[in-house]
DNA sequence: ATCACGTGTAAGAATTGTCTTACGCATGAA
DNA sequence: TTCATGCGTAAGACAATTCTTACACGTGAT
């Protein structure tokens, strides 16, 4: 019955995204309904480039979710939502996650070659 | 009888603590038993200036706890040992979370003036 | 004295992350 | 056409992380 939880890569993207108190705020914001880019810039008084940036990095990371939408008057636009989420940090969870982690410090390609 | 989690910085610190892999190795390995440097370092296989950077960062966010011991033949060794931390992430814990934050990018002094 | 083991810290390179400013394009209304 | 609104993205500055290498100090045993 164990719930099978994000992989430790997954994880370590996920938390990476919560760290941080911009983007804690945004996901704070959403929590109280949907919005579009533009007026949650306003909302929390942030300039939209770099809203933008935050809510990249909290989508690729699973936590929320745009949709490209038409207004009414046609103007295209992007909506944010909150994709459910709950994880549960604890020692043991850590223990688990970590088995599923690529090499620390590991880069793209094929591993270039393990030497024992 | 809401039990009151970590502030919005703290648990912006801890999060950052843990979204790195070697730091998240480190606590998963450290969850079987208290361990000192050195041997932790060849545990994992990291260099012990590498790792001493790492559980510095640990400890500040109050995920392990360290103690400086003395072993029977008079060397001065350092155990870490984990904290028991159990961490439960959702959109309305953060919501609660962000209630008790720092202004984003603000600094020590006072803030400036709050603008509708 | 020298070696093996433990501790710590400092300096610098390489990489990421954060943020601003300045563009680009599209729509509907005046 | 021009203005206001929406979308995106690129370039550069600046700060923070991450990691290596090198050093310093302590002990007990050889």
């Known amino acids: 019955m164990t719930k099978a939880g994000p992989s430790g890569d997954e994880l370590v993207?996920?938390?990476?995204?919560?760290?941080?108190?911009?983007?804690?705020?945004?996901?704070?914001t959403l929590a109280g309904g949907r919005d579009y880019v533009?007026?949650?810039?306003r909302e929390i008084g942030v300039?939209?480039?770099?809203?933008?940036?935050?809510?990249?990095r909290l989508e690729a990371a699973g936590l929320i979710v745009g949709t490209l939408e038409l207004s009414s008057d046609g103007k295209a636009m992007k909506y944010y939502e909150i994709a459910d989420f709950d994880l549960h940090l604890t020692a043991s969870a850590l223990v688990e996650a970590v088995t599923t982690l690529t090499r620390p410090?590991?880069?793209?390609?094929?591993?270039?070659?393990?030497?024992?």
């Open 13 to 28: 993207v996920m938390l990476a995204a919560l760290a941080n108190p911009l983007r804690m705020r945004i996901v704070a």
């Open 38 to 41: 533009s007026h949650l810039a």
């Open 47 to 56: 300039s939209r480039p770099l809203l933008h940036m935050h809510l990249q």
């Open 105 to 116: 410090g590991s880069e793209k390609g094929p591993a270039p070659e393990e030497q024992s």
